[in-house]
T-cell receptor, first 109, second 112 residues
Framework: GQNIDQPTEMTATEGAIVQINCTYQ??????LFWYQQHAGEAPTFLSY??LDGLEEKGRFSSFLSRSKGYSYLLLKELQMKDSASYLC??????????WGAGTKLIIKP | DAMVIQNPRYQVTQFGKPVTLSCSQT?????MYWYQQKSSQAPKLLFH???????NEADTPDNFQSRRPNTSFCFLDIRSPGLGDAAMYLC???????????FGPGTRLTVL
């Protein structure tokens, strides 16, 4: 079967750094996406990785290791508005997007 | 601004009363998706269209139907809503199946 694992919930402090991990087992791999979803709202696209390594985009970075079936999303200089769920999703060999259940990130002052 | 629009944002229906949710896009994307998302769960893909080619997920109940009359519009019909169908319904589009998906704001469906 296909599976995406990420922690259910994480807590971090405003101004700090947090790393949200995602591991996956899928039928093939055509890239990994990270989305941010605020409560009651739709997901918004954050990043896409298809090659190994780190992609940096402002305060957010995403890392991929295909051999380990592993990715992480790194958020720096945390702000209160970063409180949201972060969803990891993998595009499999049939170009179907397999979603994780999301990690709820709570930011405390 | 190019975007994905869903109407209505909130829909209340009665048990067994058919309901239609709509989605439109100005992105001119080839692919349109309908997802169901319940609280603290991953989005669950119901269907997607690549242009006019319809793809139904194997575990999507027959109670759910979809139409895409043209590139811009897509509809989700729930023929006989049950209490278990109360959820957020998300429409998304992508240029092709391997590109990032852009989501509409969602329609929150309540079944009484």
């Amino acid at each position: 079967g296909q599976n995406i694992d990420q922690p259910t919930e994480m807590t971090a402090t405003e101004g700090a750094i947090v790393q949200i991990n995602c591991t996956y087992q899928t039928s093939g791999f055509n890239g990994l996406f990270w989305y941010q979803q605020h409560a009651g709202e739709a997901p918004t696209f954050l990043s896409y990785n298809v090659l190994d390594g780190l992609e940096e985009k402002g305060r957010f970075s995403s890392f991929l290791s295909r051999s380990k079936g592993y990715s992480y999303l790194l958020l720096k200089e945390l702000q209160m508005k970063d409180s949201a769920s972060y969803l990891c999703a993998v595009l499999d060999s049939n170009y179907q997007l397999i979603w994780g259940a999301g990690t709820k990130l709570i930011i405390k002052p | 601004d190019a975007m994905v629009i869903q109407n209505p944002r909130y829909q209340v229906t009665q048990f067994g009363k058919p309901v239609t949710l709509s989605c439109s896009q100005t992105l001119n994307h080839n692919v349109m998706y309908w997802y169901q998302q319940k609280s603290s769960q991953a989005p669950k893909l119901l269907f997607h269209y690549y242009d006019k080619d319809f793809n139904n997920e194997a575990d999507t109940p027959d109670n759910f139907q979809s139409r895409r009359p043209n590139t811009s519009f897509c509809f989700l019909d729930i023929r006989s809503p049950g209490l278990g169908d109360a959820a957020m319904y998300l429409c998304a589009t992508s240029r092709d199946e391997y590109n990032e998906q852009f989501f509409g704001p969602g329609t929150r469906l309540t079944v009484l």
